[in-house]
């Protein structure tokens, strides 16, 4: 290896989305050439195939391309018709749209705690926000479950305590599109469950987009309508109070050329995840993906006491870290005043002082993962 090599290592990417590019090749322009030549960039015959396309590829009956992953939480919360005095119950160990969605449609959230090992949320706190929220007055409606990091929580053990609560769960799937519980793909859990496809998820288009599913007919005719300005018959009939909230054409077609590359790439994902549980299980914390679940990886991520100065050490190394998430969001200024489950949420203010997601993409190959690992071993001894 000569001197300069060993001076100025390869830039390592966080998430490699050139490698995808160059991949996906003539395939991708085409695909946005088709879409420039016919024009029809709303709601346009692209959005229809990538609609029935994401249908069959979780199993749900109806998937509807929405404009990106929190429009999909509030499109299901005004389907649902959830109201003021309604509590929405979530996990504080999230990213901030879950939350900001259940304010946006005048409800209350109600802040419950996670796993320590798979960071999704723990049944025993639901049930303690349950009691809360009925307590200070508020009728629970509905839970949010968010599938953190990629993997789906554990619905065998939440859904018993929704149902004998009378509450409906929205599967926060932003983060788990591909991935699998118990013989159900994420998309085909929960009454409506909704995704994001922003640039970095594990199925991202190249801007903003997002879809909603659900079983229910009704429901999915209800989001249609509201997606489009709340329209009946046709455009310029407005039945209900709806947003604008479509798929845009050009994200349908990126995303149909990403769709199928994409079951190719959550075999690399999961291989990428194994080679560094086997090579960094002893010396830090590395997740833990629950039986009969699989990952997507849209994170991966290790926790340690010694984050910090991990982090501070993988940076130095030329190593791309990212902190999800620094602070939980009952501690937020924007929604501390809102009611945190019994136990006071302590496993995710520890996460938040612990987690450290590394560098994951299909794309990883072995030598840089390598320069990774060993940057961990060396970061965590340091
Ligand atoms: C758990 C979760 N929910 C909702 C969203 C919102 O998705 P979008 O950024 O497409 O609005 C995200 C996006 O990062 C997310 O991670």
Same mark, same amino acid.
């Given at each position: 290896?000569?001197a300069?090599?060993i ?11 050139? !490698? ?18 016919h ?5 346009? *015959? ?9 249908? !069959?590829?979780? #199993? ?23 109201? +003021?005095?309604? &509590? ?19 409800? +209350? ?9 798979? =960071? ?20 629970? !409606? ?16 939440l859904? *018993? ?35 994001? =496809?922003? *640039?970095?998820?594990?199925l ?13 007919? %009704? ?22 109070i ?10 349908? &077609?990126?995303?149909? %050329?990403?769709? &199928?590359? =994409? *079951? ?13 549980n ?63 489950? #019994? ?5 995710? %203010?520890?996460?938040s ?12 190959? %072995?030598?840089?993962q ?11 001894k340091?």
């Amino acid at each position: 290896m000569n001197a300069r090599a060993i001076a100025s290592p390869q830039p390592i990417e966080f998430i490699d989305l050139a !490698a995808q590019r160059r991949r996906l090749g003539p395939r991708l322009d085409a695909a946005i050439a088709a879409v420039l030549d016919h024009n029809r960039f709303i709601l346009g *015959p692209e959005v229809q195939r990538l609609e029935r396309a994401l249908a !069959a590829f979780c #199993g749900a009956k109806h998937a509807l391309g929405v404009s990106n992953g929190t429009d999909a939480l509030v499109l299901a919360l005004r389907a649902k018709g959830l109201t +003021t005095g309604d &509590a929405v119950l979530l996990p504080s160990f999230t990213f901030t749209a879950t939350a900001e969605v259940v304010c946006l449609v005048g409800a +209350t959230p109600v802040f419950v705690d996670v796993l320590p090992d798979t =960071f999704n949320m723990d049944p025993q706190s639901l049930k303690l926000g349950i009691s809360a929220a009925r307590a200070a007055g508020l009728r629970p !409606a509905a839970v949010i479950v968010v599938d953190l990091f990629g993997q789906p929580a554990d619905y065998d053990a939440l859904e *018993p305590i929704a149902r004998e609560n009378g509450l409906w769960i929205l599967a926060d799937a932003a983060q788990s599109f591909g991935a699998t519980y118990r013989a159900r793909h994420a998309g085909a859990i929960g009454a409506i469950a909704t995704t994001s =496809f922003f *640039p970095a998820k594990p199925l991202g288009c190249y801007g903003d987009g997002g879809a909603v599913f659900t079983e229910d007919a %009704e429901l999915a005719a209800t989001i249609e309508s509201l997606r489009f300005h709340g329209k009946g018959t046709d455009k310029y009939d407005n039945v209900r109070i709806g947003m604008n909230a479509r798929l845009d054409t050009l994200q349908a &077609a990126i995303l149909l %050329e990403k769709l &199928a590359i =994409f *079951p190719e790439e959550l075999v690399a994902r999961e291989r990428i995840a194994r080679r560094y549980n086997e090579a960094l299980e002893s010396i830090v914390q590395v997740p833990r993906v629950i039986d009969g679940a699989t990952s997507v990886w849209a994170q991966y991520t290790v926790v340690t006491p010694r984050r910090d100065a991990l982090s501070a050490a993988l940076k130095s190394a030329g190593i791309p870290t990212a902190i999800y998430y620094p602070r939980p969001l009952h501690r937020q200024t924007a929604y501390k005043q809102f009611l945190v489950a #019994g136990n006071g949420a302590p496993v995710s %203010e520890r996460l938040s002082a612990e987690v450290l997601s590394l560098p994951m993409h299909a794309y990883l190959d %072995e030598v840089t993962q390598d320069r990774i690992i060993e940057a961990v071993r060396a970061g965590v001894k340091a």
